[in-house]
């Protein structure tokens, strides 16, 4: 096990299998040092934790568990590409959407729970650049999706 993963496990998180992809792509690429996750949604065993947007159906505080939950999918992923999560030199960058309701602007609230995990997951390493961008909608009527793209030996 990973220093990464034992840093969840201190949390009482461990990391998934990578989750399906729900159209036509790959979750994961990598190009030299560069490994960019497709986007992930707060799926746990296949089976998507929630739906509508926030700041209407769903509470900006439960969007943030959400983001953490693409968070570890997105890890799951980087995982599946490199094997040993502690070859990650570096989160690049993070780019969370959020569907939201039309009067809702937390957004950036919303992908700390990304954010957070990372740091929590990579320590310094986890420090990146970030997007977090409200959209209309989402597939399969998620409220949020995160995508990562990390920096590797």
Known sequence: MSSVEDRLAEIGLTVPEVAAPVAAYVPVVRDGNLVFTSGQLPLVDGKLQATGKVGAEVS?????????????????????????????????????????DPSFSGQPVVINGASELLATAFGERGAHARSAVGVAALPMDAPVEVEITVSVQ
Do not use: M, P
């Not at 983001?67 to 992923?77: P, R, S, Y």
């Not at 502690?86 to 989160?91: F, L, P």
């Open 60 to 100: 900006a505080e439960d969007a943030a568990k959400l983001a953490q939950i693409c968070a570890l999918n997105a890890i799951a992923a980087v995982k599946s590409e490199i094997g040993d999560l502690d070859q990650v030199t570096r989160v690049v960058k993070v780019v969370g959407f959020v569907a939201s």
